[in-house]
């Protein structure tokens, strides 16, 4: 908001890099150098660390906008739709139930074991910690059960009325609202098709996200995003280096982790323009290639499997097959750096956007007096 209010212009740029001191058991710390100033100058200066711990090389640039690259001066801000389209995305459900509703695998198998006919309200449930690193928690999903089905649960019912107590003690008038469906969760944003799941939060050092597909009767959470009715096409484009470079410099950031969002991260993201059929078939095959090469591997996590160190040759060449196929969708040039990618998304996102913005401008006419 200050650097628009006050029309501020970046000189001068150090892109990040490591700094260290002498001290003793001193901490690696990020940095960027930023010199600015309310007037403009012509020699503008870009010094990029292809090392952070390296020397910089030096770029003249036109401009410097705020994200520290080359291009005009735009701000992502957050937006309800899509730029481009696809599909919709939102986050999970959201319990607020002060766990009551949640089950641990002892939990699960303890209640089960104690009254087998509760095993029908029971679903798998994962968040963005259980998704990424492969261990099991379950829900109570209690939508359309009976008074008489919930009476004949002893355990169940008496979660129920702890939702319930938990609920009504709230501070939140909204919260206090939802104790009389003590049986449902806080905001059931459920899909009832398969979906494509996006941990809300997510390791910096990981080269991708791990993102994937799961069934309408998995219920994910609301530390997660979904996107019902996406297509390999979808999980191709989102899995790739051309949306990691655009998560890199736009996302939000919990500690040095990524944290998506869906108003400011995919809503605006750039996809491919006119692209031909054959291109979307193939990032559609290498994106079916990716997930084959997973699924190689049902003993590993996605932790394990997206973690630099251990993640398998055979994986890491079906993403580099697929970020070749979606970088053609967007131009026949290839990207020489992560750089190049994000000035290149800055300026499509600009010429998508300048429709919108001029929409968004325009005056309603006022209605003409009646004859």
């Known amino acids: 908001e200050l650097y628009q209010k006050y029309k501020i212009k970046i000189h001068f740029a150090h892109r990040t890099f490591s700094w260290s001191n002498e001290a003793k058991g001193n901490a690696a710390v990020h940095c960027v150098i930023i010199g600015f100033g309310l007037e403009d100058i012509d020699n503008k200066r870009i010094f990029d660390y292809a090392d ?45 139930d002060g766990g009551h509703l949640i089950l641990s695998q002892s939990e699960k198998e303890e209640l089960v074991k104690n009254e087998p006919d509760a095993d029908k309200w029971i679903r798998r449930y994962t968040g963005a910690q259980e998704f990424i690193n492969g261990y099991s928690r379950y829900c109570l999903w209690l939508v359309n059960i009976q008074p008489q089905e919930l009476k004949k649960s002893k355990e169940i019912y008496r979660r129920v009325e702890e939702v319930r107590k938990v609920r009504s003690e709230s501070n939140r008038k909204t919260t206090q609202e939802l104790s009389k469906f003590p049986t449902l969760f806080g905001e059931n944003r459920q899909p009832d098709t398969n979906y494509l799941l996006i941990p809300g939060v997510s390791s910096e050092n990981r080269k991708y996200i791990p993102t994937g597909f799961l069934s309408p009767d998995i219920i994910t959470s609301n530390s997660c995003l979904i996107i019902p009715y996406a297509t390999l096409y979808h999980f191709g484009i989102l899995t790739s280096e051309m949306h990691m470079a655009w998560v890199k410099y736009v996302c939000g950031r919990l500690k040095s982790d990524y ?8 809503n605006n993201f750039p996809f491919p323009e006119n692209i031909t059929d054959k291109q979307k078939q193939t990032v559609e095959t290498c994106a079916q290639a990716v997930l084959d090469t997973r699924a190689k591997y049902p003993d590993s996590s996605l932790a394990d499997l997206y973690d630099p160190l251990t993640m398998p040759p055979d994986l890491l060449k079906a993403h580099q097959k697929l970020d070749k196929a979606v970088d053609l969708c967007y131009r026949p040039q290839p990207f020489t750096s992560e750089l190049n990618r994000i000035e290149y998304l800055f300026e499509l996102y600009e010429k998508l956007t300048a429709p919108l913005l001029s929409t968004s401008k325009q005056k309603p006419r006022k209605p003409k007096n009646p004859q």
């Open 259 to 266: 944290r998506y969002s869906n108003t400011i991260v995919y």
């Open 52 to 96: 952070i711990k390296g020397e910089p090389t030096e770029r003249r640039v036109k401009n410097i906008n705020p994200y520290l690259v080359e291009g005009s001066d735009l701000v992502i801000l957050s937006r309800r739709k899509t730029i481009s389209s696809v599909p919709d995305i939102n986050f999970g459900s959201m319990p607020n």
